[in-house]
């Protein structure tokens, strides 16, 4: 059973310097910029004030006596509280010794600090809870397969053992929540998207009902130095049961009339539009319905999708691209022949339009690009200098390349038919590729499965047209500052219509019309893409702009 006050928190802990007090007054700046260069490999972000405030505000509204911060930091969070109701005891949990102890002279004047790994400690039950929890992938993890179970059994839930730290936190959080306890969360937006993701959308669903939950538009980067779109889980424990709103904002000025409104009685009027994410299922992408209003497509249009015709892989990756990466005046300062060379496009910004073909790839070349791969198959004057400069450079010693069989040899990979651009921020780039050239990972490549492979500019005129943008918003991943993320996965899910037969003669006539239109303006050119689409896939493509 949980006690439900700090004091019972407090006396778990013996040992000498696990537990301080704060002998700050409030918040200062000395040292924080130190501690944010030294805790990113933590997965720890300093809150932004505003930010910070506008939680602090849910928390402190009813009163609580007692506020947790269960990832203090340096006390930014629980500063906020104080300024907003001074009468609370604050609590702050944190893992790393050296923070606790900058924290000691910077959190507010009496806050109780622990040095514990919240997740595996028994905090006891607070009002208030309040947190920014590091944001640190499975990957990096150094939980045992015991303390997965362990989290299960105590969290009520199966666990993906790929969910990230700050999803493990959000449960916790939920279990020390007193009753009529209100708690703020600043999390990844990613969750509401992410695979691991589901089970948190089934508990959010199911019992922890947010009184509300605020996305921040990618556009508004929350966290000026990390690329990640944000958004604050407002919790309300005992609360009867409400609708699960959820609201894209797009300024903190936004947020904060959000805010408001949940403050409100629940009968007051509501001047925002919100989501009810309790309608929605754990498995659907939750994300892309909130900040692109996309809504389930008509299995009639698109009945399959990319991957039933594509596998889809990640580009090269060499580890060491200005050693690998080669432009014809590096091949010639370095005496290597053309054999000991592949083409490759090794960044985004030099593939372009709907066909990549080795006409552009030759104006590559010729404008002296790093678009040779190093792929020797054999040995000479040349090349063998070559190598033992790397070797003098500790190329064999990076992490790729050493774990490679031949350091030097890249990636088995086949020339992609199509390139997917894995980042974008207005239209993403869907490429057929004819040059012969390989690509990094700065795209994907789908590779046509057997039976299909006449299909590839086929499917390219699709995702070039008003319904391949439309799929794309189903799948995209939103990052900060508008910038959106497709994996693999992302684009063999992709829904996509049933692919009528094409014969390789049409395929290659369809190519010369997809190099044909690179030249119209864009208008034109979009709908020229929609009209071939139509006559191709016989549906409109506008079909469902139309019903929204």
């Known amino acids: 059973m949980k006690v439900k006050n700090s004091q019972s928190?407090?006396?778990?802990?013996?040992?000498?310097?696990?537990?301080?007090?704060?002998?700050?007054?409030?918040?200062?700046?000395?040292?924080?910029?130190?501690?944010?260069?030294?805790?990113?490999?933590?997965?720890?972000?300093?809150?932004?004030?505003?930010?910070?405030?506008?939680?602090a505000r849910w928390v402190m509204s009813t009163?609580?006596?007692?506020?947790?911060?269960?990832?203090a930091g340096l006390g930014t969070l629980l500063d906020a509280c104080r300024l907003e109701c001074r009468g609370a005891q604050l609590v702050g949990v944190e893992r790393?010794?050296?923070?606790?102890?900058?924290?000691?002279?910077?959190?507010?004047?009496?806050?109780?600090?622990?040095?514990?790994?919240?997740?595996?400690?028994?905090?006891?039950?607070?009002?208030?809870?309040?947190?920014?929890?590091?944001?640190?992938?499975?990957?990096?993890?150094?939980?045992?397969?015991?303390?997965?179970?362990?989290?299960?059994?105590?969290?009520?839930?199966?666990?993906?053992?790929?969910?990230?730290?700050?999803?493990l936190f959000l449960l916790k959080i939920w279990e020390d929540l007193a009753p009529r306890g209100r708690a703020a969360v600043l999390l990844p937006a990613e969750f509401l998207n992410a695979n691991f993701g589901e089970e948190i959308k089934e508990r959010l669903v199911r019992e922890l009902r947010p009184a509300g939950v605020a996305i921040f538009?990618?556009?508004?980067?929350?966290?000026?130095?990390?690329?990640?779109?944000?958004?604050?889980?407002?919790?309300?424990?005992?609360?009867a049961p409400r609708p699960l709103l959820a609201t894209k904002v797009d300024t903190l000025e936004e947020a904060s009339a959000f805010l408001d409104e949940l403050l409100a009685h629940p009968a007051a009027e509501r001047r925002v539009s919100y989501t009810d994410l309790a309608h929605f299922k754990p498995r659907d992408k939750w994300l892309n319905v909130l900040l692109n209003g996309s809504t389930p497509f008509d299995p009639a249009r698109f009945a399959r999708c990319i991957g039933d015709y594509f596998d889809c892989r990640r580009g090269i990756a060499t580890g060491a691209n200005e050693f690998f990466c080669l432009s014809p005046s590096g091949l010639r300062e370095h005496a290597l022949d053309r054999e000991h060379v592949?083409?490759?496009?090794?960044?985004?910004?030099?593939?372009?339009?709907f066909v990549f073909s080795s006409?552009?790839?030759?104006?590559?070349?010729?404008?002296?690009?790093?678009?040779?791969?190093?792929?020797?198959?054999?040995?000479?004057?040349?090349?063998?200098?070559?190598?033992?400069?790397?070797?003098?450079?500790?190329?064999?010693?990076?992490?790729?390349?050493?774990?490679?069989?031949v350091w030097y040899l890249p990636e088995n990979r086949a020339v992609a038919d199509i390139w997917v651009a894995v980042f974008s921020r207005e239209n993403v780039k869907f490429i057929l590729n004819t040059s012969g050239a390989k690509n990094l990972t700065c795209f994907h490549g789908l590779y046509a499965k057997p039976g299909f492979e006449n299909l590839a500019p086929l499917l390219v005129l699709f995702l070039n047209s008003s319904g391949g943008r439309e799929v794309f918003a189903q799948v995209n991943r939103f990052y900060g500052d508008g910038l959106n993320k497709l994996e693999p996965k992302d684009v063999e899910a992709m829904p996509c219509p049933e692919m009528p037969t094409l014969r390789r003669a049409d395929a290659g006539k369809l190519m010369r019309r997809l190099e044909q239109l690179e030249s119209l303006p864009a208008t034109a050119r979009v709908e020229e893409v929609d009209a071939l689409v139509e006559r191709y896939f016989k549906f409109p493509v506008h079909a469902a702009a139309e019903r929204r």
Not at 113 to 125: E, P, T
Not at 134 to 159: C, I, M, N, S
Not at 373 to 399: V, W
């Open 9 to 55: 928190f407090l006396s778990l802990y013996h040992e000498p310097g696990a537990v301080e007090v704060a002998t700050g007054e409030l918040y200062g700046d000395t040292g924080v910029e130190a501690w944010k260069r030294n805790t990113k490999s933590l997965g720890q972000v300093e809150t932004p004030r505003l930010v910070a405030k506008l939680m």
């Open 359 to 405: 006409e552009k790839f030759s104006a590559l070349a010729a404008a002296d690009r790093r678009c040779y791969l190093l792929n020797p198959r054999r040995n000479g004057r040349g090349i063998d200098r070559y190598l033992q400069a790397g070797q003098r450079l500790g190329i064999p010693e990076r992490h790729l390349p050493s774990h490679r069989p």
């Open 96 to 167: 790393d010794a050296e923070t606790l102890q900058r924290a000691k002279a910077q959190a507010p004047r009496g806050t109780k600090l622990i040095l514990a790994d919240y997740l595996l400690s028994d905090a006891g039950l607070f009002e208030g809870i309040i947190a920014n929890p590091p944001y640190v992938k499975a990957q990096r993890l150094d939980y045992a397969e015991a303390d997965w179970r362990y989290f299960e059994e105590r969290f009520g839930t199966p666990l993906d053992r790929l969910t990230n730290l700050y999803a």
């Open 342 to 353: 592949e083409p490759c496009v090794t960044k985004a910004v030099d593939a372009n339009g």
């Open 217 to 239: 538009s990618p556009s508004l980067n929350v966290f000026s130095d990390a690329l990640t779109t944000s958004a604050i889980v407002f919790l309300h424990k005992g609360a």
């Open 63 to 71: 009163k609580p006596s007692s506020v947790l911060d269960p990832a």
